[in-house]
């Protein structure tokens, strides 16, 4: 995990051209090891702080009296209980079902609107203010009303999961569609290119990497509102886990809960960057960014 | 921006009037077909609820309330996040040892840690304040070290081969090259304050919009629970314009177009 962690932010080191001179005069075994030591003292360099972190939290709440915050050690000891036992195991399965779902709604609804708005200005024009307001309607407001509305059921946590996350996906479609290079997409008009060709070979890859960016906004968004929907009312999943725990003063699985969810949001954030790096190779490799 | 000079379009005005109205015919014929539980209200219930919150004390406080938390919360992660992201963002070593740090924090789902939150604070104004201004820290925080990190080496240098003190640097050569930056981050936060302050208002009960909106639904008060998160949306629409425009008008002399 920690790997992919430090290679992820595209950084220029500054050194980087330093070793390769070095190395050009040193026998290769002493140039192998000398390349060890340094990728050793970038990770040492990108971890020492957590492990600190970890360590100051440890032994400042290992003797806590404080009912409410737990040691690092029990709260871990909880954490491993509970996803040996499956009970957290089944609930993330479950929420993860509701945030895939949700997700995959919207990058649909959304690629689909942006690349009809992106084409079509006028219609653009029309419905701007209206996507506005729609996008500025606090998320976490709506899981009331719709849940109230339609109950506790899976559809509903999906269908506003979807509709939170539509918004960036929808707008950052649009400004990819707006993004095509205008002679190119005058080539295509003038060559007659059928209207369908021409969304998928011309204007679809030119504002895939908005798109995915889209996507990338979006998806902290779904995990909140997949917490918040399972916060306010469930009997399943992840938020149900910490609520249930919380309500039941179960104060290390509460945390447990909490900490767990900051991860999987962690984890499926790094899976994001190294699926976008894959299917938008071509665009990296063009030196864009 | 574009919208900004067509506002006066007197074609277009009417056109997205009609789209509006459209929009409300829909959902009133969605109503009438059935096809939505009967508690949904329709579109008179909703314009009256609208019309009657205009004139209730309860919803002025309301929205002072959530305003005031997302305002404070707001305020704080902007000022702590630039300082913070211009040092971190200028001294690599503290760059590269946060970096994995900043990137479990601002992918951290915080509303998550609302029931941790309200144990350790209780459902207060200053709970939802923390909670608003750990949100929106993120945002302004990385765009800060962004902004801090794209020094022109030339300057750097020129700086450097002067000696220009330490806090003069700081303020007149570090700041204005990351205020692009910084700008697109504070802007971004404003929205998220918003959005944050009325959720921790619905899971906690702390005073304001979103309280009053769970309050309605558990009521069975439907057409206002809807008047109240239109407010909500308006609000954040309005704050987005108004923060839009700003930038604009200060940030004239920034060149390169961001967003």
């Not at chain 1, 595209?10 to 070095?22: F, H, I, L, S, Y």
């Not at chain 2, 003190?165 to 303020?171: D, E, N």
Request: glycine share 8%; net charge positive.
């Amino acid at each position: 995990m920690t790997d992919t962690a430090l290679r992820t932010p595209p950084r220029t080191t500054a050194g980087a051209d330093t070793p390769k001179t070095r190395s050009a005069r040193q026998p290769a075994g002493l140039r192998e090891r000398s390349r060890v030591v340094k990728a050793l003292l970038n990770v040492l360099q990108r971890t020492w702080l957590i492990a600190v972190v970890f360590a100051i939290w440890w032994t400042a709440s290992a003797n806590s009296t404080n009912i409410f915050i737990p040691s690092l050690e029990d709260i871990l000891l909880s954490l491993r209980r509970d996803l040996a036992n499956g009970v957290i195991g089944s609930g993330a399965s479950y929420s993860l079902t509701n945030l895939g779902a949700g997700l995959l709604l919207a990058v649909v609804v959304g690629i689909a609107g942006g690349l009809v708005l992106g084409e079509t200005r006028r219609l653009r024009e029309i419905v701007d203010p209206v996507i506005h307001f729609f996008r500025s309607v606090p998320q976490a407001a709506l899981v009331p009303l719709i849940i109230g509305a339609f109950g506790i059921g899976q559809g509903p946590k999906i269908y506003t999961i979807a509709f939170a996350c539509m918004w960036p996906v929808l707008l950052n479609t649009i400004d990819g569609v707006l993004s095509v290079e205008p002679t190119i997409r005058k080539f295509s008009k003038v060559y007659r290119i059928p209207a369908g060709l021409h969304f998928r070979r011309v204007v679809l890859p030119a504002a895939l990497p908005q798109i995915v960016a889209g996507i990338r906004v979006a998806l902290p968004i779904g995990i909140t509102v997949m917490v918040v929907s399972e916060l306010f009312a469930a009997n399943k999943g992840l938020g149900f886990y910490i609520l249930n725990s919380s309500a039941t003063f179960q104060v290390p699985e509460t945390w447990a809960g909490a900490l767990l969810v900051g991860v999987v949001g962690y984890i499926l954030s790094l899976l994001f960057i190294v699926f976008e790096r894959r299917i938008l190779s071509w665009y990296f490799k063009s030196g864009a960014k | 921006m574009k919208t900004q000079i067509r506002a006066l379009d007197v074609g277009l005005t009417s056109q997205r009037l009609l789209a509006v109205a459209v929009l409300l015919m829909v959902w009133q014929l969605v109503i009438w077909s059935g096809s939505l539980p009967s508690m949904t209200p329709g579109v008179p219930a909703i314009a009256t609820a609208i019309a009657h919150a205009f004139t209730s004390t309860l919803f002025w406080t309301s929205l002072a309330q959530t305003m005031t938390a997302a305002v404070s919360g707001w305020l704080i992660a902007v000022s702590v996040g630039t300082v913070l992201g211009l040092v971190i963002g200028s001294v690599p070593i503290l760059d590269r040892s946060t970096s994995i740090l900043i990137d479990f924090g601002r992918s951290f789902p915080v509303l998550a840690l609302m029931p941790v939150v309200i144990m350790l604070l209780g459902a207060t104004a200053q709970m939802e304040i923390f909670v608003v201004s750990l949100s929106c820290l993120w945002p302004v925080l990385v765009q800060t070290i962004y902004g801090a990190r794209r020094m022109d080496a030339a300057v750097v240098d020129t700086a450097r081969t002067f000696q220009i003190p330490r806090l003069l640097w700081f303020r007149r050569i570090l700041l204005p090259s990351a205020t692009p930056f910084i700008s697109t981050g504070v802007r971004i936060s404003a929205s998220i304050a918003i959005l944050v302050s009325v959720g921790v208002e619905v899971l906690s009960q702390a005073p304001g919009l979103g309280r009053q909106i769970t309050l309605a639904q558990q009521a069975q008060r439907w057409d206002q629970a809807f008047a109240y998160l239109f407010f909500a949306g308006v609000v954040g629409w309005g704050i987005a314009g108004l923060l839009n425009l700003a930038e604009g008008k200060i940030l004239t002399w920034n060149r390169q177009t961001n967003d």
